[in-house]
């Protein structure tokens, strides 16, 4: 009997003495949480609080038989072993990149609409959409993802699927962000990034935004929330959840080398920005494509404390016609002026923590 109890909090201590080792010196991302899913059907699903609290995610209805390739052209501009999207709809993993073009897994909520996925490449969870693993505990751009086996030490995920028995492990971290980012909606406006350590020009306006269109993706979010964040997008749902309607924010690099966005140069519905010095490449970087944004906590969902719960939830508002601060319109389906009065844009990022005085 003893064993056996023994036996039970074996994951618990080995979860511990992991956020223990973890502990991170001034500078470098701290340990936030840790999800585990398990590879099988009817595996668990649970996050855990360095101190040790779990909470509950779902279960695996349906494991992946396949990974695939080509994925998004944005894919392959992540690390191989680690998220390279997070959206309400869909969490895609980067596990290799061959012939320049990303090769993923991805997981998904039983109810969704999620393209990108891959037919057959995906873990299925019993979870809502913009809930759960793709809501409150979303991981963010870069998360890495180890893997342990019955019989094997922890290590970083391969390019091989999981094995049935597997566990998957998703280190999440906090890095350091800007609280927001400002952006102004006209061409060469600037985006502006604010944070304790003061104000820094992060990249121009190349293509203003204009209107909304129909992002499948928005049917899961609120107005004013992140719909998707990944190597190469930030979405941005206009509308209430159950209806479809945003936006997306790119960097140039997307807007110019991507088949798939080619017609953004043309169409309202895209933000294009380029980097503040004329030449770098923006897709996957901080804080923008990489390591920030989350889809964040539903209005019926809860974290470990009232900051984690409100802080861990991005919001996006905006200046009409050079006005005060306010919400984002309420706009729905394709219109290409919707935003047309749209003159500034503010990303608050999330948080977990009461700001310090």
């Not at 340990?31 to 855990?48: A, D, H, N, Q, W």
């Not at 709809?89 to 090769?103: P, S, T, Y």
């Not at 609280?179 to 203003?208: D, F, K, L, T």
Request: charged share 20%.
């Amino acid at each position: 009997m003893r064993k056996k109890i023994s036996a039970l909090f074996l994951p618990f201590i080995a979860i511990l003495l992991l956020f223990c080792a973890q502990e991170a010196p001034a500078g470098e991302p701290r340990p936030l949480f840790e999800t585990r899913i398990e590879f099988s059907v009817g595996g668990r699903v649970t996050s855990f609080l360095p101190d040790g609290r779990s909470f509950d995610l779902g279960l695996v209805v349906k494991l992946p038989e396949k990974t695939r390739w080509p994925s998004y052209t944005a894919s392959a501009w992540g690390t191989p072993g680690s998220i390279t999207a997070s959206a309400v709809n869909a969490v895609h993993i980067l596990m290799g990149v061959e012939d320049g073009k990303g090769r993923t897994m991805s997981v998904i909520p039983q109810e969704t609409i999620a393209p990108a996925a891959g037919a057959g490449a995906a873990i299925v969870l019993d979870a809502q959409a913009g809930t759960g693993f793709f809501g409150a505990w979303a991981p963010p751009v870069g998360t890495k993802i180890f893997t342990e086996t019955p019989d094997k030490p922890l290590s970083p995920l391969s390019e091989r699927l999981p094995e049935p028995g597997d566990v998957m492990i998703f280190r999440v971290t906090e890095d350091d962000m800007p609280y927001m980012v400002e952006i102004e909606n006209r061409p060469g406006g600037r985006v502006i990034a604010w944070s304790g350590s003061g104000v820094q020009i992060i990249a121009r306006v190349i293509r203003p935004l204009a209107g909304v269109g129909r992002f499948e993706g928005t049917l899961f979010q609120d107005a004013g929330r992140i719909r998707a964040n990944h190597s190469g997008v930030i979405d941005v749902s206009t509308c209430e959840r159950g209806s479809i309607g945003g936006f997306q924010i790119i960097p140039w690099d997307h807007a110019l080398n991507s088949k798939e966005m080619q017609g953004a140069w043309q169409l309202t519905q895209w933000l294009i920005i380029g980097p503040a010095d004329g030449v770098s490449m923006m897709g996957g970087t901080h804080p923008l494509f990489s390591g920030g944004l989350v889809p964040g906590v539903s209005s019926n969902e809860q974290l470990w404390d009232v900051w984690s719960t409100y802080g861990r939830r991005p919001l996006v508002l905006a200046r009409l016609n050079g006005g005060e601060w306010g919400k984002l319109p309420i706009a729905r389906g394709k219109v290409d002026d919707a935003l047309l009065n749209v003159t500034h844009l503010r990303i608050y990022f999330p948080f977990t923590k009461e700001p310090q005085s």
